[in-house]
């Protein structure tokens, strides 16, 4: 029988990593998509394309798309500092100015789309609610409402066997468990891009929340983050 | 007071030209959004910057996004025929090869992002469930089931007073209905596109499903629509 075919959203940030691994592992055919939004934290995209590869994804897929036009983020607008320091602990309380407007939502809608096209019926996604920047799009509720809404709105959903499923591996895990779970099936952190704020050659800041968050997993598992963070 | 505003979903079609319409009689600063996502029937574009001219929308963004690339469409993709000449009867039954996958859902999203940005609650889009052409992204279901999403996706759904509302004035409307209502708003259909497969210098086709809901929308008021056919 062959493998069901999975669409698997990689950003080549840590988490993105573990999940298509975990996709992998779960006995699916990955097909890795990623996405040229006007980031400023390019980088991410070299990364995307290094862990695919390292993944063994099928296919890996990269639209290019104008979040940037849309505006009302630090991640895309450059007029809008991204935060630093605020170290691990003080993150969930609010929504912070790297929170890109309905970018979940726009990224998991174009899954939909390809996952159609390829007949699939599942979407695997690495948000996270636990050890996260204050997303709302990240939440478990938002997640279920997405499935809901994708099963009314597309042929598969409405017409054929099985229904179509968001795969979240990761929502529940702190970032010392994903990191612990990714190295057990193999993950080269190495690889992977976090750093909102990457210096010119990719180092990271190790000061902005995606940067804290991930060197606060690393520190619980005891371990050293392979990836270089800028001089100080 | 100001008024407040809406994110207007703009094909540069009937419905939608119905549709900004409507929107700017009940109140609303229509901002519009078209999409330039690789649909063969590109003409549409140019339609939608007309007609946003006309109905004196505040801003007209175009986004360039990338559908073509995940294919699966006789509108994105030139290998696909669109049917013609089935008949405004016909449809319904079956969901065509015009569908392209996970549009609306798509469309929808980048709308929820900049209604975000923008700072309103409320999102237009021309959807009809009665003379449509079986697209699963076109029923009301669809609709509530992202409004409910959209309400969990956002900063403004989870924080903020006024829900974030999806507004489909068209969906029980008949195609005669849509024309009889947008003529008493002044709307000047000669400045729409609707046709999935225009002729080099726009004509319309006259045979696609979509040229058949509007020619039979037209001769139901007793009017004749004012766009051109290309000759037979």
Redesign the interface.
Known sequence: MPKPIAVVLLSGGLDSATTVAIAAAEGYEAHAMSFDYGQLHSVELAAAARVARAAGVTRH?V?????G????SALTDPNIQVPKGRGADAMGSD?PVT????????F???A???A??LGASDIFIGVNALDYSGY??C?P??IE??E???N????K???EGRPIRIHTPLVHLTKAQIIARGLSLGVDYGLTSTCYDPGPDGQACGLCDACSLRLKGFAENGLRDPVTYVAR
């Open positions: 897929l639209l290019r798309i104008d979040l036009r849309i505006g009302g929504i929170y890109v407007p309905a970018r979940n939502t726009i998991l809608a174009y939909l789309g390809w159609e096209v709302p799009d939440r509720e938002f409402a997405f809901k809404m994708a009314l709105a597309t042929r959903g409405t017409q």
